[in-house]
């Protein structure tokens, strides 16, 4: 069980004020707040040892590679990755997609096909239509059903001996439903073809292990799971990062550099060129760290408990759509009222201190799929708190007489 | 027709009136309602105000030597917004219109909207807007 009140002491953000009304944090999809270690870790890499790492001999510079180290074996840990060298730090969720699908033309040939679903963000998208173009490949469509899952049959006709790559996320981050994925992934290896599955919005959220669902690789976002912004992960089966190429050239991804011929370093150094974000690293180190003091066990459960709340909640509004209302999803609510613009609804309640997010969530098809110009998408995180949402929810209909 | 400024000083007396922030979305919301509309031919994809997280279309015609806007917006908080401006601006001169100062709309308590990485555009609009008035200013001359 979670002590809320103990939670909520440790994210100093959490106090504050907008708009002279308390905050109510409701957008952690976007990206979620830090509680107190993982801000005390920053301050202390930069305070007392930062230094260049890998290359240094001096102390500061070996106890810099130490701590980054160490904080890669406990991301490592945390998503059940077998090997440290096979959990690469990048810089984010969008670098580590880019990372494989720039590469991928060592998987994907010409007139192959790649399968990506209706539901994805932009940026598990769009590096993929550009692997298509520059590798002469088709790109397929998993539609989406109107309650917001997956077409599993539709998946089904689309995958053939010519599909290459399977890209899914783990959770939709418009609608928050989770995606069956280890049956995704099973399918796609009958065919031979390699799955990727974004895990912005599982992270964090949920247990993740990379080898029960057998991806092949598997991208997360430090930011939100409680790290700080511009560092991510990028996980891949060892073969496959060998065969991958790598992303881009510089200091530390190298073995033996002439003008004639570079050899490359091994893993994970081969794919983290110049210095890399060692102070973000440390942190998702230390943010990793809390989140198993809290126990995602712990955290799953109780964000269920505010999901199954809020929606409850939400449907009391006359007019209320709820897209992706499933029983399996993750605690992300995305929703219209009426006819009313989301962009109008968002205005109105940030007035009130609440932070939710409006628009098309980087995911338009998505919202052309509905035929809705986007949608007001509250999600929660185990800081949030019922009471938070019976404010939202009042704050919602506040706006909905207002606009009506 | 009076002044931009007398306008614009007019809208912020108005908004003077009212000590809420609420009172203030409320009236705007209305002021969205007396918005001209746009001639539904011209409601285009080309006419769409860029930067907008609602769809915002102006049109401006120039009639005489002054510049009539009309528009709309399927976001009622960014109707109002729009009708605001438009109520200062249409029916004025170009070069009236190129040198009027936006000033008022910090002063109608709307200052949140004016920052160039909101979602509205307010920004994108006070631009378009300006656009065209150069546009038929340079025909004029």
């Known amino acids: 069980m979670l002590d809320i009140a103990k939670v909520r002491a440790q994210f100093p953000i959490l106090k504050r004020e907008v708009n002279g009304k308390p905050l109510v944090y409701f957008d952690n999809a976007a990206t979620s707040q830090k509680p ?3 801000i005390d870790a920053i301050v202390d890499y930069y305070s007392n040892y930062n230094a260049n790492i890998h290359r240094g001999v001096h102390a500061l510079s070996q106890e810099a590679t130490d701590v980054y180290e160490a904080a890669r074996e406990n991301v490592r840990a945390f998503f059940n990755i077998p090997l440290a060298k096979q959990t690469l730090f990048t810089s984010g969720n969008t670098h580590s997609i880019n990372a494989v699908a720039s590469g991928a033309h060592v998987f994907v040939k010409e007139g192959d096909e790649v399968i990506v679903s209706a539901v994805e963000h932009h940026s598990n998208i769009v590096p993929w239509q550009m692997l ?6 088709h790109l397929k469509v998993i539609p989406v059903l109107d309650n917001g899952t997956l077409d599993m049959d539709a998946y089904q006709q689309l995958l053939n001996d010519k599909t290459a790559f399977v890209v899914v996320n783990h959770v939709s981050n418009a609608l928050g439903v989770t995606n069956p994925v280890a049956e995704i992934i099973k399918r796609a290896h009958a065919v031979n073809a390699l799955v990727l599955i974004d895990g912005a919005q599982s992270c964090g959220h949920m247990k993740v292990d990379v080898q029960a669902l057998d991806a092949d690789f598997y991208t997360m976002s430090g930011h939100k799971m409680c790290g700080p912004t511009g560092i ?3 996980y891949g089966k060892e073969h496959l990062l060998n065969e991958l190429p790598p992303y881009q050239g510089g200091g530390e ?31 998702l180190g230390a943010a990793v760290d809390y989140l198993n003091e809290v126990g995602m066990d712990n955290i799953a459960a109780y964000e269920h408990e505010l999901l199954v709340y809020g929606t409850e909640q939400l449907k009391k509004i006359d007019g209320i759509t709820i897209y992706g209302d499933v029983p399996d999803k993750a605690a992300v609510i995305s929703f219209n009222v009426s006819s009313i613009h989301p962009y109008d609804i968002g205005t109105i309640v940030d007035k009130l201190g609440i932070a939710v997010r409006t628009g098309h969530h980087c995911a338009q098809p998505v919202m052309t799929r509905f035929n809705i110009p986007g949608t007001v998408r509250a999600s929660f995180a185990f800081y949030n708190t019922k009471e938070e949402i019976d404010v939202m929810v009042q704050a919602m209909q506040r706006a909905v007489m207002m606009l009506s | 027709m009076a002044q931009i400024q007398e306008i614009q000083e007019e809208i912020v007396d108005e908004f003077n009136l009212f000590d809420d922030w609420m009172q203030r979305y409320e009236y705007m919301i209305d002021l969205g309602k007396s918005l001209p509309v746009i001639d539904e031919q011209y409601k285009t994809d080309d006419r769409i105000i860029k930067g907008c997280q609602s769809k915002v279309w102006v049109h401006a015609e120039l009639a005489g030597d002054k510049v009539q806007f009309t528009a709309d917006s399927d976001a009622i908080i960014t109707k109002g917004i729009i009708a605001i401006l438009i109520r200062a601006w249409s029916g004025q001169r170009p070069q009236d219109i190129i040198e009027a100062n936006t000033d008022f709309i910090d002063e109608i308590g709307l200052k949140e909207h004016l920052s160039p990485t909101r979602a509205n555009g307010l920004v994108s609009m006070i631009k378009q807007l300006k656009m065209y008035a150069l546009a038929f200013q340079s025909q004029i001359n």
């Not at chain 1, 298509?132 to 490949?137: D, H, S």
């Not at chain 1, 002439?258 to 890399?276: D, N, Q, R």
């Open chain 1, 36 to 38: 107190q270690v993982v």
């Open chain 1, 232 to 234: 991510g992960i990028l």
């Open chain 1, 132 to 137: 298509c173009e520059r590798v002469g490949a």
């Open chain 1, 253 to 283: 991804m190298i073995d033996q550099v002439s003008f004639e011929k570079t050899t490359y370093a091994g893993l994970p150094h081969k794919f983290e060129a110049g210095t890399p974000n060692i102070c973000g690293g440390i942190a």
